[in-house]
Nanobody
Framework: QVQLVESGGGLVQAGGSLRLSCAASGRTFSYYAMGWFRQPPGKEREFVAR????????RYADSVKGRFTISRDNAKNTVYLQMNSLKPEDTAVYYCNFDPPERRCWGQGTQVTVSS
């Protein structure tokens, strides 16, 4: 059974940083591209960042480009999202998933709240 568990969220002031982690189990992690997604309060879930199977290619939403960095450690079955220069509009529940995302693999997410 595939499981994705996000962690690392919290409350931070604008301009601060957080590092999110997503631990995967139940599948050969290194075969798959991974993504981070977020759902702001009252809005639809949206794409944040993507990384290919070996970390050689990344892609970002325009809203986070230059501030967020996605990375992965295939030996640890973990994907990361380093978030710098956080803004109040980054407040959301953050999820990881395979890319393209699989409906059955959505986890609980981790809450990120950025205060102004």
């Amino acid at each position: 059974q595939v499981q994705l568990v996000e962690s690392g969220g919290g409350l931070v002031q604008a301009g601060g940083s957080l590092r999110l982690s997503c631990a995967a189990s139940g599948r050969t992690f290194s075969y798959y591209a991974m993504g981070w997604f977020r759902q702001p309060p009252g809005k639809e879930r949206e794409f944040v960042a993507r990384i290919n199977w070996n970390g050689g290619t990344t892609r970002y939403a325009d809203s986070v480009k230059g501030r967020f960095t996605i990375s992965r450690d295939n030996a640890k079955n973990t994907v990361y999202l380093q978030m710098n220069s956080l803004k109040p509009e980054d407040t959301a529940v953050y999820y990881c998933n395979f890319d393209p995302p699989e409906r059955r693999c959505w986890g609980q997410g981790t809450q990120v709240t950025v205060s102004s």
